[in-house]
T-cell receptor, first 115, second 112 residues
Framework: GAGVSQSPSNKVTEKGKDVELRCDPI?????LYWYRQRLGQGLEFLIY????????KSGLPSDRFSAERTGESVSTLTIQRTQQEDSAVYLC?????????????FGNGTRLTVT | RKEVEQDPGPFNVPEGATVAFNCTYS??????FFWYRQDCRKEPKLLMS?????NEDGRFTAQLNRASQYISLLIRDSKLSDSATYLC?????????????WGLGTSLAVNP
């Protein structure tokens, strides 16, 4: 079946502009994660959605970052007033359930470049 | 001490070699463990889960040592296509995946 889909795959934006990144998880996956990965660095947790529960926003680096999820489907990550340090690959992942043995399936990521 | 630590490498090995990586974790209550691989400029992909009794998938063997708080990944008969970064992932809490802890990865280069 279809995997996790992210769009756009690449985004170049000017400093100060807002950007919106989209993630379509695998159908039936209740858990959805956003991560950020800077070049040569590890995965940085941003936010986690599970069903209708309140999202875990503990990883969002500043109030310029926000994310929404419609039910158990599409999620959007919005970055307002982008800064150069926001340049990174933004990865979305979904899993079947929030239980321990449900591995994550990642999308191809959105490569964001802020000029 | 970091919650999950990996030797960054790089490990440079010839084709056909056997190579092993360890990953240590600090939380003794950690519940689930995984190995992912990430190719250059690609997304991470699940390689294998790590079970308490150890598990094998073809040339890959994963083991868990709870007493010493580490997991290991053994790759036998290395192929060029095994060149990648191997990420270890630990779930610290029982019952949910909410706070996965990712290692920074171990880089492997298999040379002809």
């Amino acid at each position: 079946g279809a995997g996790v889909s992210q769009s756009p795959s690449n985004k170049v934006t000017e400093k100060g502009k807002d950007v919106e990144l989209r993630c379509d998880p695998i159908s039936g996956h209740t858990a959805l994660y956003w991560y950020r990965q800077r070049l040569g660095q590890g995965l940085e947790f941003l936010i986690y959605f599970q069903g209708n529960s309140a999202p875990d926003k503990s990883g969002l680096p500043s109030d310029r970052f926000s994310a929404e999820r419609t039910g158990e489907s599409v999620s959007t990550l919005t970055i307002q007033r982008t800064q150069q340090e926001d340049s990174a690959v933004y990865l979305c992942a979904s899993s079947l359930a929030p239980t321990n043995n449900s591995p994550l399936h990642f999308g191809n990521g959105t490569r964001l470049t802020v000029t | 001490r970091k919650e999950v630590e990996q030797d960054p490498g790089p490990f440079n090995v010839p084709e056909g070699a056997t190579v092993a990586f360890n990953c240590t974790y600090s939380n003794s209550a950690s519940q689930s463990f995984f190995w992912y691989r990430q190719d250059c400029r690609k997304e991470p992909k699940l390689l294998m889960s790590v079970y308490s009794s150890g598990n094998e998938d073809g040339r890959f063997t994963a083991q868990l040592n709870r007493a010493s708080q580490y997991i290991s990944l053994l790759i036998r008969d290395s192929k060029l296509s095994d060149s990648a970064t191997y990420l270890c992932v630990v779930t610290p809490n029982a019952g949910n995946n909410r706070k996965l802890i990712w290692g920074l990865g171990t880089s492997l280069a298999v040379n002809p």
